[in-house]
Nanobody, 120 residues
Framework: QVQLVESGGGLVQPGGSLRLSCVAS????????MGWYRQAPGKQRELVAA???????NYADSVKGRFTISRDRAKDTVYLQMISLKAEDTAVYYC??????????????WGQGTQVTVSS
């Protein structure tokens, strides 16, 4: 069984910063991609930032220049550094890992989420 555990969420004022962490129960070398998604009330879950299969990074347009994804393979941990936070960043943030299968298809793993609230 694979477990992903997020931490670091909380309440912050607009313009503030937070750093989220995601710790995996197995080596993150086991995954083809890892990243962060978020879901606001009444909204669809959306991709925020991720490492691609090729090792590059991908960011949602709404967070480019403000959020940075990084990883520490020795600690089996992925981070999301968030600066210049806006009210629209308020959401539950989820860690995600994918194992891609040759021939198509993928297996998704999800953390339980951590709440980020940016006050008005």
């Amino acid at each position: 069984q694979v477990q992903l555990v997020e931490s670091g969420g909380g309440l912050v004022q607009p313009g503030g910063s937070l750093r989220l962490s995601c710790v995996a129960s197995i080596s993150i070398f086991s995954f083809d991609t890892m990243g962060w998604y978020r879901q606001a009330p009444g909204k669809q879950r959306e991709l925020v930032a991720a490492f691609t299969t090729g090792g590059s990074t991908n960011y949602a347009d709404s967070v480019k220049g403000r959020f940075t994804i990084s990883r520490d393979r020795a600690k089996d941990t992925v981070y999301l550094q968030m600066i210049s936070l806006k009210a629209e960043d308020t959401a539950v943030y989820y860690c995600n890992a994918k194992s891609l299968r040759i021939g198509g298809g993928e297996y998704d793993y999800w953390g339980q989420g951590t709440q980020v609230t940016v006050s008005s």
